[in-house]
């Protein structure tokens, strides 16, 4: 902690975890897809990014911890989690295509619906846990942070940063976008494209799982 303060090894580790937490997740998955849409709809944006960002949080910490070697020792887990994963794109990727085919997208969340909140929170839980990309990355994560030694937490801490910014500017850049999508036609094409690449990403994960 000492050495990461004054900037020793800590320090570097810490630029070392940022930089890998960037490359690993600024992509456009699944979890940014929905983050994307409920920052549009600027429905429950805080609370959906706060739930990502402490289960990432959480999990890089338990990663760097020894998670990853739990993982290799029971392959049977990563099986469950990507057929688990597989199911849970697929479904979300139908309720997509419906909303896109009903134009009816921007109109599916009511803020004074709690029952309405507590359905995105679980679902951004979903995306985050039923997710085997997630489960890569933490295993990722969790193997370069050995590299570091003594200074595995500080890359840790680095990871962590690096989830933060980028789940935060998903969520303050899709509100900006909100003005965009006044239109049913919008909403439309919005949600045809996330159904599109939930799609892709539940095929892409089954074809995995056979092979």
Known sequence: MFSFISGGPGLAAWFSGAAAGIGLFAVVGAQS???????????????VVATCAAIDAIFIFASVAGLSTLTRALPWLTTVVLWGGVTFLAWYAWQSARRALAGTGGMQVDDSDNSSRRAVLTAAVGFSLINPHFWLDMMVIGSIADNFGNARMAFAAGVVTASCLWLTAQGLGARMLAPL???????RILDGTIAVILSILALSLAFRGVH
């Not at 999508?181 to 909403?187: C, G, H, N, V, Y």
């Open 33 to 47: 897809a929905f983050i994307l849409r409920q920052g549009i709809l600027r429905k429950h944006i805080v609370p």
């Open 181 to 187: 999508f006044t239109k049913p036609k919008t909403w």
